[in-house]
């Protein structure tokens, strides 16, 4: 993997420019991506996953340059990266709330017994 075209990808994908700005979206410090920039580190999997993913940007494009920019399902919805998160975590809080549910009445049924 290229880190200076991995870096230059992931601004363009995120509609930032330097490692000041990554950082303050992404978490993490400027030295993080200046160093994935100049190949002394990688992005960590749990990152890709997790911040890259969650936000739409086709994993695969990224590391390779190779394929669409977004995901299929972030292109048909044409969400920022932040809409596309944020609705993510909605179905994520919405399928967290009916498995705290199922468990309560699981729960409560059995102290009936």
Known sequence: MDGKKFVERLELALNVQGNNE??????????????????????????????IGLRGINIHWLLTGEGRMYSEKRNAMHESPEEYCAGNMADVASEIGKRVIEIYELLKGRKKE
């Open 22 to 51: 990554l950082a303050r979206l992404l978490g993490g410090t400027d030295t993080t991506y200046s160093n994935w920039r100049t190949g002394y580190s990688k992005p960590k999997v749990d990152f890709l996953l997790n911040e």
